[in-house]
C-alpha cells in the first residue's frame, strides 16, 4: 500500500519559519512530480509549490521568495521550508505526489493526509 506521510506543522508566529516533509512508502516503482497543495478554511485547495523528477520547480505567486521546495530521490522525500511567515499561510497543507507503483500501472496521483500550519501571535 502506497502512502504519504506528512510532517513538520505546527503553531509560528508571524515571520517565523517551519519545514514541512513528506515521506512516500510502500511498494514504489518510480516517483514523478512531487508538490505541496494548501486549503484555509473556507478557501478552494490550492498549489503551493511542485518539483519535478528533473528539479524544475514553480511556486505560486503567493509564496515566491518565501518558501522554497526540494526532494530527497533516495528517500523518496518531498521538503517545504517556508520562511517569513504571514497569517494568510494559516492552512492544512497537503502533499501530493504522482507515482507509478509498478510497470504496468500507469501514473497515479497520491495524497497525504495534511498537517495544520497556523501563523499567529
Known amino acids: 500500500q502506497v502512502q504519504l506521510v506528512e510532517s513538520g506543522g505546527g503553531l509560528v508566529q508571524p515571520g517565523g519559519s517551519l519545514r514541512l516533509s513528506c515521506a512516500a512508502s510502500g511498494s514504489i516503482f518510480s516517483i514523478n512530480a512531487m508538490g505541496w497543495y494548501r486549503q484555509a478554511p473556507g478557501k478552494q485547495r490550492e498549489l503551493v509549490a511542485i518539483i519535478t523528477s528533473g528539479d524544475s520547480t514553480n511556486y505560486a505567486d503567493s509564496v515566491k521568495g518565501r518558501f522554497t521546495i526540494s526532494r530527497d530521490n533516495a528517500k523518496n522525500t518531498v521538503f517545504l521550508q517556508m520562511n517569513s511567515l504571514k497569517p494568510e499561510d494559516t492552512a492544512v497543507y497537503y502533499c501530493?505526489?504522482?507515482?507509478?507503483?509498478?510497470?504496468?500501472?500507469?501514473?497515479?496521483?497520491?495524497w497525504g493526509q495534511g498537517t495544520q500550519v497556523t501563523v499567529s501571535s
Open positions: 501530493n505526489a504522482g507515482m507509478v507503483v509498478n510497470r504496468y500501472t500507469g501514473l497515479t496521483w497520491y
